[in-house]
């Protein structure tokens, strides 16, 4: 069976064609700046790489293109559409009614729609995506939609309620919702697989998605029961642009000093904040790491706050854990950043945690265990792949048809 990934952005469309059959990438690609000058890349399996500068107008130009690449060209990976069996797409809101991957309905999308409210950049593009992917395939291809948020459902009350008056709460479900969920399941999952307790019965464990948005999330029996992000994929710690939790003053403080309305204050921070804002350099780990060793004193100070905001995090959820038995790392920045995790990794001596260093410093972007055999905590790298969960649940569900 041979699903087709959909993760739909705002101006960009990733993709990718897995045979399931081994679990096997025939091609991936990403369509970018869509709506604005356009840019399409798409790779297949066998090395095989294709940029080019292409206008397309919204999603549905985009999944041409896409469509195209698959069944043409010197990047030709099938030969009819009707090889594809199943769409499944990446949504990142899914509310309070959607704790696991669905079939896309026509309430589906409708619900889609009005979480869009609660994830205005993402969700609309969600549906567009979908919109598109009906228009290529017509109606009679199954697609499934798989949440961000829905992994994070299983989170107590106490956990997911903001300190502030309940009727925002029940007018305009505002709580903590949790993003990158996709990603705590597959890492968590094969952590629990690596620590021989299958579905994590009886474990507590910490997963680390740090890339260019970072969150954290506590896991006890292989359930949620906190994560760092909240409302939206702002809150928690220091991510690439994103500010993470700040005193909620500071924003009405600024807001009033520099005259912004509640649109341009999201946008700083969103985009101007975090390791960029403080740094002034970049978002990106590789160049902040770079200004570091060059002497720049406010990317060290940008990589010491969030060190110690991820240890503060991290300690906090070992402390609503009742314990630690595994601390996993995963994403751009967990997987390829040695350096970060060694820094994590040894405030957690006092728990007993001892990292093996050379093992530590020599992993980048592959699995492996980083602590010593004498370690009480156990730590891991694990590389995510959202990708394959999707293309999973989707033949998971359209198998049951
Ligand atoms: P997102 O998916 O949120 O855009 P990623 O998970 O791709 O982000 O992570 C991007 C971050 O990972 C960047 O800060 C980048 O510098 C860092 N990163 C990626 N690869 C490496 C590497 N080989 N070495 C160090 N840092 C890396």
Same mark, same amino acid.
């Given at each position: 069976?041979?699903?087709?990934? *959909? /993760? ?5 469309? =990733? ?40 206008? !397309? ?27 594809? @069996? ?11 009614? #959607? ?13 889609? %729609? ?24 017509? @109606? ?27 009727? #925002? #709460?029940? =007018? ?23 620590? /021989? =307790? ?22 006890? %029996? ?11 994929? &702002? ?7 994103? @500010? ?20 341009? !204050?999201?946008?700083? &921070?969103?985009?101007?904040?975090? !390791? ?17 060793? %060059?002497? /720049? ?19 906090? #959820? ?16 967990? +997987?390829?950043?040695?350096? &970060?995790?060694?820094? *994590? ?23 492996? +265990? ?14 995510? /792949? +959202? ?8 033949? +998971?569900?359209? @198998?049951? &048809?």
């Amino acid at each position: 069976m041979k699903i087709l990934v *959909i /993760n739909a952005g705002s101006s960009s469309l =990733k993709y990718q064609l897995i045979d399931m059959n081994g679990e096997v990438v025939l091609a991936k690609g990403n369509c970018e700046r869509i709506g604005i000058d356009g840019r399409f890349t798409h790779k297949t399996h066998s090395g095989y790489t294709k940029k080019i500068d292409v206008v !397309m107008h919204d999603h549905t130009a985009a999944f041409s293109q896409v469509t195209k690449a698959l069944l043409s060209g010197e990047g030709k990976v099938i030969d009819s559409l009707t090889e594809i @069996s199943a769409v499944g797409h990446r949504i990142v809101q899914g509310g309070t009614k #959607y704790d696991r991957s669905v079939l896309v309905t026509p309430e589906v999308v409708k619900d889609i %729609d009005e979480y869009a409210e609660l994830a205005p950049l993402h969700n609309k593009a969600h549906v567009q995506g979908i919109n598109a992917a009906t228009k290529a395939f017509g @109606s009679d291809v199954p697609q499934v939609v798989v949440f961000d948020t829905a992994f994070h459902q299983t989170m107590p009350p106490k956990a997911y309620m903001f300190g502030i008056p309940y009727e #925002y #709460y029940e =007018k305009y479900a505002v709580r903590r919702y949790g993003f990158h969920g996709t990603s705590h399941r597959y890492v968590s999952g094969r952590c629990f697989e690596l620590l /021989n =307790k299958p579905n994590g019965e009886g474990t507590r464990v910490v997963s680390c998605h740090l890339g260019n948005g970072s969150s954290i999330a506590a896991l006890k %029996d292989g359930k949620v029961i906190d994560t760092t992000m909240g409302l939206t994929p &702002l809150d928690g710690f220091i991510m690439g642009t994103r @500010s993470g939790a700040v005193d909620p003053s500071v924003i009405s403080f600024i807001m009033n000093k520099e005259g912004l309305n509640p649109k341009e !204050m999201d946008e700083i &921070l969103n985009k101007k904040s975090g !390791m960029l804002g403080i740094s002034g350099v970049s978002s990106d780990d590789r160049d902040i790491v770079n200004a570091i060793e %060059d002497g /720049n004193e406010r990317a060290k100070l940008a990589w010491d706050m969030r060190t110690y905001e991820i240890i503060k995090y991290i300690g906090g #959820y070992i402390a609503a854990l009742g314990g630690v038995d595994a601390i996993i790392f995963t994403a751009g920045i967990g +997987e390829n950043q040695p350096l &970060l995790r060694k820094e *994590i990794l040894e405030s957690l001596g006092y728990r007993g945690a001892k990292i093996d260093n050379e093992k530590n410093m020599a992993v980048r972007g592959t699995e492996a +265990e980083i602590t010593t055999p004498d370690s009480t905590v156990r730590a891991f790298v694990i590389p995510t /792949n +959202e990708e394959l969960v999707i293309a999973r649940d989707t033949m +998971e569900i359209v @198998s049951k &048809l």
